[in-house]
């Protein structure tokens, strides 16, 4: 077995004990925390810590004490797997373990000579792709082996059928004329998006992809909206916010689909199912249901398979 697949994550606590060590390597990223001085972005770093660890810990006990992505992720790769046979698979997280240069000591043991690397973000940004290339090619300096890597895959029609899919899974029998629905994703700040980052214009154009199958598989919503969710700090983050989204509709229904995110965490497990159901319920909401993620599902195995399948094969 000379082929390697790697699927590249930000990570999650492993439990609440990692919680400080997971915001602290977060937010002494450069890709994150933009700032040139090493110094400025440690302080920034240390500041934010310091006022969000206590929250987060409890955040995280709400939904089990660790971040639900670790247990599926390590399902995906069980199943990717049996699929990929003649490919050794397993994962990196960019915040937590198993860290980049573990795995690749790994690689070294088992003598591995291509390494696919797949960012599990479906548009690009350099604060999620950029980082976690950058993170594991910089370990990879060590071992001399030919390296290919997914960018992107937010255009991929076999992707785009599974998220349509998971929103009908909530739907089931539901008259989705009856529903607003809303596409979620992680906000960034403008400066990021400003300084040429192009993750939002990348939401933008997926929606309009996930529009389009919608309305040929006939698939009718009231409204379908773009919102962003997870802002953090006092500068300006993309907009409307999730909160704000909500309060402005008037239809009391509706799903949130979580275009972002390709492993449920902390953001859509415990953020969009328990914090902002919460504020549905205050602001009258009838109906508030929130679409899994692709997870270790059988079409994201097919998808993932076939992806690395092509690109091996180009080279």
């Known amino acids: 077995m000379s082929k390697a697949l790697i699927l590249l994550n930000m990570g999650g606590p492993n439990s609440l004990d990692e919680v400080e060590v997971f915001l602290k390597n977060m937010f002494n990223d450069k890709n994150i925390i933009t700032v040139k001085s090493d110094l400025l972005r440690s302080f920034i770093s240390f500041m934010i810590v310091n006022s969000r660890k206590k929250v987060a810990r409890s955040n995280y006990a709400k939904i089990g004490g660790k971040s639900p992505i670790i247990g ?3 399902q995906l790769i069980e199943k990717l797997q049996l699929e990929l046979k003649d490919t050794y698979v397993t994962y ?3 915040y937590t373990s198993p860290f980049a240069k573990d795995v690749v000591a790994k690689l070294k043991e088992k003598g591995i000579t291509e390494v696919t690397l797949f960012p599990l973000y479906p548009q690009y940004s350099t604060t999620t792709t950029k980082s976690s290339l950058e993170d594991f090619e910089e370990a990879l300096e060590s071992l001399h082996v030919k390296t290919l890597h997914v960018d992107k895959f937010y255009e991929n029609g076999l992707y785009n059928e599974l998220l349509i899919d998971k929103i009908k899974e909530q739907l089931k029998t539901k008259n989705s004329k009856e529903f ?3 596409f979620s994703a992680h906000s960034l700040p403008q400066s990021i998006v400003d300084k040429g980052d192009t993750y939002q214009k990348e939401i933008l154009l997926h929606v309009e992809l996930l529009k389009d199958i ?3 598989k006939n698939i009718i919503f009231k409204d379908i909206h773009v919102a962003y969710q997870s802002k953090l700090g006092p500068v300006k983050w993309l907009e409307p916010s999730l909160e704000d989204k909500l309060k402005s509709l008037t239809c009391k229904k509706v799903i949130i689909s979580p275009i972002s995110f390709t492993i449920d965490n902390s953001e859509t497990e ?3 199912s328990i914090e902002y159901k919460e504020v549905a319920d205050e602001l009258g909401f009838k109906e508030y249901l929130v679409a899994k993620c692709p997870n270790d599902s059988k079409k994201f195995v097919k998808f993932i398979s076939q992806i ?4 091996s094969a180009k080279v």
């Open 72 to 74: 599926y992720t390590k």
């Open 92 to 94: 990196a997280m960019r």
């Open 180 to 182: 607003e629905l809303i």
């Open 214 to 216: 919608l309305k040929e």
């Open 270 to 272: 415990f953020e969009l």
């Open 308 to 311: 690395v399948t092509d690109i």
